[in-house]
């Protein structure tokens, strides 16, 4: 047997909170500081090699549909590995699925925003549920009564994976059934029917091409009912303690997120209930829409972390050409530029994450106008990412060994689901028609302008928001967005980064925008930069 030689010790145990100082930092300066010992505390579970292994495991051993008992009575059950099960519990324990509403208190969001920043980097899969039960809240409390019995439950931080109505269960979980085979950008071709039952309630019947997560205890879906596009929960489960009328027709065979299910369902004059006004249902789910696109750059922000922390550990650790890989310059360049990409998804996220925490016209405006931005460009920049982290680690990051190839399967899903790239971009647009206030607010977040690059680069993007609103140029939306978030980065990077890695960022995003990581321009301290991403135990 030849002897191992050269290989960097696998990165475990290792703290995700601790190690990680653009995090760090992050929460304490967008109100989350109170939460350090319990957030360090997590990191540390999620970094102990068991817990990688879930993470492993889930994925390997992927979700099994049954859709008929052995005499052939309808079971519409999903199996899931332990490994998923063990996640999801020490996700609710954490309260990553909903404890901004059970426990409200400034920084909440954020604070859980960096929970699940670090939970997606061990498990991207059980983040689904967790971000949809999330964002069902505010949905849910436009039907009173319908809250009050199940708030609570979704409170809970225990996990209860038992199969049977909600009301006999500690815990609740709320996935979300929008799209259809006909679309899922449109939501307004939605033929899902919904007729009253004449005691309040409501029947459904129709389809959904996807619906995530089939083993939530209910789902927020569109229906059209008697006056239009309505919201609506559908539980598991009727009143009458009965499987509800919900066929799984199959599980999708998915690029990754595969550890998570996602099936076609049919329902055959399922039981539902209205949540909120009927004929509104765009506007009603779409508050839950808001809270997951949060979550959608929260996860593409953690997988990217994730992707340069294993790379600038392998580079500390492996040498070639009688160097380790991080001391050598043209890597050097590569590995800085991946963190300098990091921390900007890092800081826009959590800074979002605060307008989530905050009342005010002003966090509206950043909640309205920044979540699809931020969505676009940080979902649109994970798979590169993760392709080139990837091939730091050589032959070896095409390896199912390392989590490399999970997390470069994994990084498109987020700019797909809940509004795919063009649609975020054209929301933006949308959001700056609407929002009178809209660069008012930007110009504050963009600073005082005392550096010049980011003065140049700001003037030039008002005066382009201000001319979309004259001409609706749709055409042109994704280069707006990108330079938007852009300019946000980098007032970010500019207030509250080490001056070399703010720098790095005007020098290689603000000018001709990049191609390709390892592009940076001469005289930056980029040793500095990468080694300020390490990971560290
Ligand atoms: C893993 C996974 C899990 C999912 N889970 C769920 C779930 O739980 N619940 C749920 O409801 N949905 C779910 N989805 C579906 C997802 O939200 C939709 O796929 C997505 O919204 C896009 O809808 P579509 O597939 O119908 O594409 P389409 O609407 O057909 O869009 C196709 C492309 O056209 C673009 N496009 C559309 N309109 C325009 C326009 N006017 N101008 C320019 N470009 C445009 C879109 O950006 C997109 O790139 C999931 C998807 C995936 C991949």
Known sequence: MFEVQNQPPPLEPYNLFAGDAVLRDAIEREGAGWAKDELTAFGATLGKPETVQLGFDANRFTPQLRTLDRYGHRLDEVDFHPAWHELLGIALNAGLHSSPWADPRPGAHVARAAGTYMLGQIESGVYCPLAMTYGSVPTLRHAPAIAAEWLPRIFSRNYDRSFRPARLKSAALVGMGMTENQGGSDLRTNATRAEPSGDGSFRLHGHKWFMSAPMCDAFLVLAQSPKGLSCFLLPRWTPADERNAIQIIRLKDKLGNRSNASSEVEFLGAFAQLIGEEGRGIPTIIEMGNHTRL????????????????????????TAFQKKLIDQPLMTNVLADLAIESEAATVITMRLARAYDEGGDAAQVIRRLVTPAAKFWICKRAPFVTYEAMEVLGGSGYIEESIMPRLYREAPVNSIWEGSGNIMCLDVLR??????????????????GKDARLKAFSEQLEKRLRATRERNDESQARMLTRD?????????????????????????????????????????????????AAPAN
């Open 295 to 318: 979550d959608c750059c929260i996860g593409s922000s953690g997988l990217i972390r994730q992707a340069v922390a294993q790379a600038i550990h392998h580079a500390r650790h492996r």
């Open 431 to 448: 959001a700056m028609e609407r929002t009178p206030s809209a660069i008012d607010v930007l110009r504050h977040e963009l600073g005082d």
């Open 484 to 532: 938007m978030v852009l300019a946000l980065q980098a007032a970010l990077l500019i207030r509250h980064a080490p001056p070399t890695v703010a720098d790095a960022f005007c020098a290689s995003r603000l000018g001709e925008g990049t191609s390709a990581f390892g592009l940076l321009p001469r005289g930056l301290d980029l040793n500095a930069i990468a080694g300020r």
